[in-house]
Structures are given as structure tokens and as C-alpha cells.
């Protein structure tokens, strides 16, 4: 029931913050007072529905621990992360995706054609490519932190005791001519973690927690935007359903199957193998 008492309370909340010091923050919460305010007035919860949403929330917190996030893996299933990511991002150059929820850990230094998958998946696999400037300028000493799920669908700080810390990840410098690869495995799909507050929102509302077999990337180079995003494998599962709403056209790569031994020679891994190729581009910083 809208009231003037309601109308009033509203603009009383954003009043209260005209003293806040900063105006970005004054901004962002006056506008969040507006939209939770109205949010309230239009679908008017029963005092068991609001009691249910802050239980979720608390839930939502205590879930989470230094090596869960279940506030970001709530924002990625509501399509907020993907919204403030593509926001921030430039039209230009390789495009961003999610962070996601398993950035958790410092990646392990490695060099250059160092095999991340140090557990031995079944398929031999390398990625390559170049790291370029908007222009096509290759950028020597760019950096690249990688990190993905095992050939099971798992990260390694959801099995501790199953997979060694750093399995999956590396923290990779370009070479002179900023290109780079790496050893690892064919990612798997996976289900995003159920057994907490969000496995139950996507219960409750029908939704399957699958994404689509991915490699996630954050790319930096001097004098240029870093750039957040993965590689998805070409023909995986759920990549016209992914349970955070990350998959963009461009992202799509062919792990292709390569019968190719001087190049097997080259990356030092069996033939044959997997290789998915990919140049990421970043933007230069506007001066
Ligand atoms: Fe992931």
C-alpha cells in the first residue's frame, strides 16, 4: 500500500544522506534507497517474505569462506556481474566476461609451455597465442594469470584434498614478441556450486547450474586496461545456457584436434593433441 507516509520515508532515507563526504557514494546510495524503495512498494512483501530474503542473505554471507565466494556466484546467477563487467568494458579489443567465483588464490609463476594441469588429464591440449595492442602491436612482457577446472569439473580449492594447490593455474609472462602458451587439459562443463544459498535459489526457480567448459583469463600489459574474460570451448555443453549469463559470440574457440608432430615437437607435448589458438587485444590507456 503506496501511502504518503511511504512516499515521504523515501526521500526522508535519501535526505539523511546529504552530509555523506563522498559524492560517488552519496549518489550510489541515494539511488539504491530509490530502486529498494520502490522495489518494496511494488511487489510488497509479507513481513515471512522479507524475514526469508535477510535469512537468505545471512546465508549467503556465513557461506562464504577464503576459498568460497557465494556473494559473487549470487551476483553472476542474477546477471549482475555480467552487467557491471560489460559496462566497464570497451567496445574495443578482446571481450570481458565474468570473473567468476574461483579467483581465489595467487596463480603460480610458470614458464612459458609449463603444464598447468598437474594432476595428467587424459587429452594432451595447448593454448597459444599473442597478446597485441589495439593496433596489432604485440606486447612483450604482458601477463597473463590463467586458471581453469580440472577434466572433472572442478577447481582445485573445491578439492583439497583431491587436487594439489596451483592445479589448473599459472601466472605467465609474454615473450619478446608477446605471444604465449601453455600446456593443460580439455576443460569440462560444470556446475557451479549447489549446496548453498544460490543452489537453492536456482532450485526454487527451475534453473540447471551448468557453465559451459571455459578457461578463464585476466590479461595486463604496461600502459594498457587489463582485460578479464575466458576462452570457451567451441561445441560444449550449456553454451547457449550458461548458468551466469557469461558467454559472448567472440569467446567461442576451437580446442581443435591437431595431428601434427614437429609442432607436438615444438610444445613438447604428445601427438596428437588439442590446440586452441587465441590473441587476446587490449585497449591502450587514454591518456
Ligand atoms: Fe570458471
Redo the contacts with the bound molecule.
Keep these: 500500500m503506496t501511502t504518503e507516509f511511504t512516499t515521504h520515508l523515501t526521500e526522508a532515507v535519501v535526505d539523511s544522506l546529504k552530509d555523506t563526504a563522498d559524492p560517488r557514494l552519496r549518489e550510489l546510495l541515494a539511488a539504491l534507497t530509490r530502486h529498494l524503495h520502490a522495489f518494496v512498494r511494488e511487489t510488497e512483501p509479507t513481513m515471512e517474505e522479507w524475514e526469508q530474503a535477510i535469512g537468505f542473505l545471512t546465508a549467503t554471507g556465513q557461506t562464504c569462506t577464503d576459498t568460497r565466494q557465494e556473494f559473487v556466484l549470487l551476483s553472476d546467477v542474477l546477471g549482475v556481474s555480467m552487467l557491471v563487467e560489460t559496462i566497464n568494458s570497451s567496445e574495443h579489443g578482446t571481450e570481458s566476461t565474468v570473473l567468476?567465483p574461483?579467483h581465489m588464490t595467487e596463480s603460480p609463476v610458470r614458464e612459458l609451455g609449463a603444464d598447468i594441469d598437474l594432476v595428467g588429464g587424459d587429452e594432451p591440449c595447448v593454448v597459444s597465442g599473442r597478446v597485441l595492442s589495439r593496433d596489432g602491436t604485440p606486447l612483450p612482457g604482458a601477463v597473463l594469470d590463467v586458471w581453469?577446472?580440472n577434466d572433472q569439473g572442478f577447481y582445485d580449492v573445491q578439492q583439497p584434498e583431491v587436487q594439489p594447490a596451483g592445479n589448473g593455474r599459472g601466472l605467465f609472462t609474454a615473450d619478446t614478441e608477446g605471444r604465449f602458451w601453455f600446456r593443460t587439459c580439455v576443460p569440462s562443463p560444470y556446475p557451479i556450486p549447489t549446496d548453498g544459498p544460490v543452489g537453492d535459489l536456482l532450485r526454487a526457480t527451475g534453473r540447471h547450474p551448468y557453465?559451459p567448459a571455459?578457461i578463464?583469463f585476466i590479461a595486463s600489459a604496461a600502459g594498457h586496461t587489463p582485460v578479464t574474460t575466458?576462452i570457451f570451448v567451441a561445441g560444449s555443453d550449456h553454451l547457449d545456457s550458461d548458468a551466469v549469463f557469461a558467454v559472448k559470440e567472440s569467446l567461442v574457440q576451437d580446442f581443435t584436434e591437431t595431428d601434427d608432430p614437429s609442432l607436438a615437437r615444438e610444445f613438447g607435448v604428445p601427438n596428437p593433441f588439442r590446440h586452441a589458438r587465441f590473441d587476446l587485444v587490449l585497449n591502450p590507456v587514454q591518456s
Design positions: 567468476g574461483f581453469q577446472a557453465r571455459h578463464h575466458h
